[in-house]
């Protein structure tokens, strides 16, 4: 029996680190579907007796049909499926008699190449059917099909058409519901196995510590990016608008909360505080362990024995977590958010208990919104802290409700589904030609690359990065191409085995790295080529050359017609970051001063969104290869100051949302000045960004602390605002001034038009620049800036030993 829980606890816990890792088991339930569907549509047409050349082209037909379909509802999906059928018949009944007029077919498929682009303004949809469009139009080419031909085509796309509907509907059916509750769980396992490395955080040795901050660092980003998948895929997996707002609400909050408690027990184990980079960037110093007196040892090992709880906490979300135990737990961490209940310790310390506390707190109401009414049933055995953040998380339900934005989509030219129709074709017209000088018969490889490097893309970089990440895994593709056909012989079912065993990894792996993707498609082409008996080495060695050339008239294509240059693309993308934290940090301070209510977690998690779209707009500028080093910093750096401005601002939201309902949070009327001068800077940053007259200059003046004294910083302390407002203020203010720098902003205090110094913001003057809460022989004043001060300058080591100044993106290469 004991070998049987072990077993069962070790397959448990595989399960739980596999599906973090595969959040919602998208990947996983995308390649077994088209697997599926593949092997399906093979089954049936061998069974009717249809020729290899045809079942080829009914595997390719199969996969383009279930991937092609990302419809939300289930009927739509019906919809969508249902008219890509006859759309898929006219394509390659048009390729079939276009193929012999070489002129006529060319034009056409530049024709095609441009409506089914352009088809993307249209959704879903629209896309789904421009991609069977041009893909059966390729697998006639692919096959060599003939009008002789057309009725065994048309028969063959007609059962794979139905094998996919009964795989999609049936077998491995893609319904949102489902993946939303797969997504959840993936949060839960997320939210458990960052605790867990918290815990192991404070368990470790000094040697061990910078291993331990290194997971702390990809739990937290693992965590963060399972975040933004099920914000988008809320809206997918229900159609009850409440239930998605509530859900994101509550997993905003875990996640702030979380992240939050990862900085407080860096500080509890470091001699100094430290930054949010020490977080969220990979090469940022960590600060000296701390020194402890040895009556906190006690205190520290409880400290290490409530994250262990907290963990269990999380990890019980949707199992066993009802019952006695598991309410004297969540009571015991609760009571951390009572000042009353903290153990005497450093002030690092106590506010280490603090965030167990609001992690506690977060996940009881994360709880609440995935069990529901459910969750009440044990209610009884709540404490007085535990029954108020109850009424707390039900107030927050009730009272707040989002309003969305209309966006406002461009139009004409600056359309982005016509910019790139129009580029696709012009690159795809340069493949047809060089790719005809390389082979009159597979040209059309040219074409393909030329097609999918455009796909999600949105600037030259990111083209240019696609393409070379699809050449190198080609290459190595070829390679196995090679292997894997001298291997198979002449065996056909083995070869067909082997092909969707090379889909499904091809599926498995897209999400992850598009280069392992280009890998899995070229070998699975090598075996297609021996099933259709074409293959040889000077094939796979031509689909290289054809990959290359396409590459290439992909990048001309983008530079020549209507180009989005890198540079302007991430400044555009900055623009709305800033726009969207000031609108944050002002809703915040306002709400904080007392002002009406806002959905502020719904403002942050549109914050969130964008600085996802800069990051990935701006990975071709940090891309290992870019030739230009300092420009990589400096793209670095502005993410990573960012990303720590951004936890600062979610903190600020998720605190500021609790003032209306918190007996512990109450309204400051003096934080409304504090809001305007942060306001204030980021306006003169975007106005640089811009490039317009600049308003003003940054603001540096006293810190927060200092801003606030007027009844004394004990007075701040008890009746006002919490600690970490404060901290947060101060560390937002200290992250926006740093700004400056990159963007070349003017600071005040510098001399009217000089910009920030290389040397990073000024450190805060005052008695109170850090924390009011800290103790004066701290020097926490003198010391607040450091980390931050530290991490660049490391960051201008990074690289090579150039001290040469840190430009905006934008004026780089001009």
Partial sequence: MTGTTAVRRTLSAFWDRYSASDPGLLRLMAGLRTVGSIGTALLVLSLVGTSVSQMVAGAIAAMVSTFAIGDRAVRDQAVTLALGLPTALASISLGALLNPHIVAGDIFFILLIFGAAYARRFGQRGTALGIIGFQLYFVALFVHATVSMLPSLCLTLTIVFACSAVMRFAIVPARPEGALTRLRQAFRARIAQLFAAQFDFLDAEPDEREGAVADLRRDTARLHETALMIQAGLDEGTTDEGTAELLQRRIAEAEIAAERLGILLLNARSDERADTLTLHLPDAPLPAPARRAADEDDTVALLRKEVRALHLLAARLETDGQGAGVAQVRNRLLAYRDEENLPRASPAVQDAFRGVGEAARAVLGLRLALAGPADHSDDSDDSLETSRSREELEAEDVSLAGEAEAAQEPTGLRRRTTRAALQVAVGS??????????????????????????????????????????????????????????????????????????????????????????????????????????????????????????????????????????????????????????????????????????????????????????????????????????????????????????????????????????????????????????????????????????????????????????????????????????????????????????????????????????????????????????????????????????????????????????????????
């Fill in 429 to 814: 017209a340069l493949a047809i030609v060089g790719g005809e000088f390389l082979s009159a018969q597979r040209w059309y490889w040219a074409v393909l690359t030329c097609w999918v490097v455009f796909l999600n893309t949105s600037s030259t970089g990111e083209i240019l990065v696609k393409g070379y990440r699809r050449l190198i895994g080609t290459v190595c593709g070829v390679v196995a191409g090679v292997l894997l056909a001298g291997a198979v012989g002449k065996h056909t079912w083995t070869a067909f085995a082997l092909v969707l065993a090379l889909v499904f990894m091809m599926f498995f792996t897209a999400p992850v790295s598009y280069a392992l993707m280009s890998f899995f498609v070229t070998a699975m082409l090598g075996l297609l080529y021996t099933l259709l008996h074409t293959y040889s080495l000077s094939v796979l060695v031509l689909r290289i050359e054809e990959t290359a050339l396409g590459a290439a008239c992909g990048v001309i294509a983008a530079v020549l017609v209507l180009p989005v240059r890198t540079d302007l693309r991430t400044d555009q993308q900055l623009r709305t970051v800033l726009t969207r934290m000031r609108d944050v940090t002002a809703a915040a301070a306002e709400q904080l001063s007392g002002g009406p209510a806002a959905d502020l977690l719904e403002m942050a998690r549109a914050l969130d969104t964008a600085l996802d779209d800069l990051r990935r707009s701006a990975s071709p500028l940090t891309h290992p290869f870019t030739p230009l080093r300092v420009r990589r910093r400096t793209a670095r750096y502005l993410v990573a100051l960012l990303e720590a401005s951004a936890y600062h601002v979610r903190s600020l939201a998720a605190t500021a949302e609790l003032v209306p309902y918190s007996r512990n949070v109450a309204a400051d009327p003096r934080l409304e000045a504090v809001g305007r001068r942060i306001s204030h800077n980021i306006d003169v940053l975007i106005a640089r960004i811009d490039e317009q007259e600049l308003p003003d200059e940054i603001l540096t003046g006293p810190s927060i602390a200092s801003m606030l004294e007027g009844s004394g910083s004990s007075a701040v302390r008890s009746q006002s605002v919490t600690i970490r407002v404060l901290r947060h203020l101060q560390r937002l203010d200290e992250g926006v001034v740093a700004l400056a720098r990159p963007l070349r902003a003017p600071v005040a205090g510098s001399g009217g038009s000089s910009y920030a110094t290389p040397t990073g913001p000024s450190p805060p003057t005052g008695p109170d620049a850090t924390d009011p809460h800290d103790q004066a022989t701290q020097n926490g004043h003198q010391r607040a800036n450091r980390p931050l001060e530290m991490a660049l300058s490391h960051l201008l080591r990074a690289g090579g030993r150039s001290r040469r100044p840190i430009w905006p993106i934008r004026h780089i290469g001009r």
